[in-house]
């Protein structure tokens, strides 16, 4: 296969070949530099070529390919039912967040998008499509029903994005990708963006990407500098008492743990022994899911407990903890909980309880990440627990968190007069303040669940 060169990378926003409406849009939410992963790819996807890059979660992918897809789509109409442009994700959350992240720019070129996931009414995304919409992001599963229903056709889709493929490889759903894509035009432009590009992610750029220009920008998540690796070792029998008074700190923390049931057992604990904590995994709704996300994000709620369902997607701003109270089995599990924390530059700390038996293959874990992290061995109490993670004695006075009244979500789909988000709602990014503020901008949403 020939390769043809790339284009090079640029360094601002302004030399890109963008529509002024959407050049405009981005200096209005003081977007101005791009992050590396938009500067690589922005050029040759602007130009239609196949892309496809890898880049860590919280690295700017959403803006990287929906920038393209916008400034691609735009001045076009879709016809009832028929998208121009189609973005796959592997969940209901990043599926939202893609929606929120493009939302203003896509009212400046005035393209509707419609977000089409399971866990939310079938018949208002239907009535959606049925009202044209230029750009849908949709996971894989509810899509299909749609086709099937005769609600939604691919035949005029001519871009089509793949975000976070190696999680839908992950999770089975490679069939229904495939089958999704195969409807698509066979001609049309396709972008494939992972956090790791493994053997389930090369058999989809083989098949479908057509002599691709590859983007390898960002670290993995064990390589930001920013992030601090702990393994404390403990006992297994001092091991709950050691997670209270983590999750006691002050400060917002995620923990990670493997069952539901073992996420729901935690969370009642904790919220006995007086910590703020609500719970996250595959077993709630989606509205329960996204009002704890809610209460998450604005402090209402201090601790996350969750299984893997909140491994990738979600983006808290001043996040610096996340805690493996029970340790991922997978490389790539502990990579990207690890990801929830030390975003866009931020500093943070992944910290994993090891009781005895399981050092052995925790050691296999974090060589196969390419992490050398500290190891201490803890007790609950000691100086050297709160000193790494701000621990500290819960208050014991049993807590209730009642739900705040959010308002009820109108349709599923979002147009150029839909939204009504507040600045500080978006990811923010590159904002043009020096090499700090530039650091600190871009913060993509959260993204991720099963």
């Known amino acids: 296969m020939t390769i043809t060169p790339a284009l090079s990378a640029v360094e601002s926003f302004a030399d890109l070949a963008l529509p002024a409406p959407l050049l405009a849009a981005l200096g209005h939410e003081g ?16 130009a239609g070529r196949d892309v496809l890059g890898r880049g860590r979660t919280g690295s700017g992918k959403t803006l990287a390919f929906g920038l393209a897809v916008l400034a691609r789509t735009t001045g076009r109409r879709a016809e009832p039912r028929r998208p121009l442009a189609l973005v796959l994700v592997p969940t209901r959350e990043l599926a939202q967040q893609v929606t929120d992240a493009l939302t203003p720019y896509a009212r400046s070129v005035r393209l509707r998008l419609a977000t089409v996931v399971g866990g939310m009414s079938i018949g208002r995304q ?42 839908m490889a992950d999770m089975g759903f490679m069939p229904q990708v495939t089958a999704l894509l195969d409807q698509v035009r066979p001609e049309g432009q396709r972008m494939l963006f992972s956090a790791t590009l493994d053997r389930n992610v090369d058999l989809l750029v083989r098949r479908y990407l057509t002599d691709p220009v590859v983007h390898s920008v960002d670290p993995s998540a064990g390589a930001v500098t920013t992030m601090e690796h702990h393994v404390f070792h403990v006992h297994e029998a001092d091991k709950y008492r050691t997670t209270t008074e983590i999750a006691a700190r002050d400060g917002r923390v995620i923990m990670f743990l493997d069952t539901k049931h073992a996420v729901d057992r935690l969370t009642e604990h904790l ?12 077993g709630k709704s989606q509205p329960q899911r996204t009002r704890t996300l809610a209460q998450f994000k604005t402090g209402h709620v201090t601790v996350l407990v969750a299984t893997n369902v909140a491994a990738r997607g979600i983006h808290v701003d001043n996040l610096d903890l996340v805690v493996n109270v029970d340790p991922p089995t997978d490389h790539k599990d502990y990579l990207h909980r690890g990801g929830r924390t030390a975003r866009a530059g931020e500093s943070g700390s992944v910290v994993t309880l090891v009781t005895p038996g399981q050092r052995r293959s925790m050691n296999r874990l974090m060589a196969a990440a390419g992490i050398t992290p500290r190891i201490t061995p803890v007790r609950s109490g000691e100086a050297e627990l709160s000193r790494i993670t701000g621990a500290q004695a819960p208050s014991g006075v049993p807590v209730v968190i009642t739900a705040p009244v959010v308002e009820r979500p109108r349709r599923a789909v979002t147009s150029a007069a839909s939204s009504s988000r507040s600045r500080r709602d978006r990811p923010a990014q590159g904002r043009a303040t020096g090499r700090a503020g530039r650091r600190r901008a871009q913060r993509p949403a959260f993204d991720s669940a099963a």
């Open 31 to 46: 977007v101005t530099v791009p992050f590396p992963i938009q500067g690589a790819t922005l050029p040759n996807s602007l």
């Open 126 to 167: 239907a009535g959606a499509l049925r009202a044209g919409a230029e750009v849908v992001v949709a996971t894989p599963g509810r899509l299909k029903d749609l086709i099937g229903r005769g609600d939604c056709r691919l035949d005029d889709v001519a871009i089509t994005v793949l975000d976070e493929a190696d999680q």
């Open 271 to 282: 919220l006995n022994s007086g910590v703020r904590a609500a719970s996250l995994h595959g």
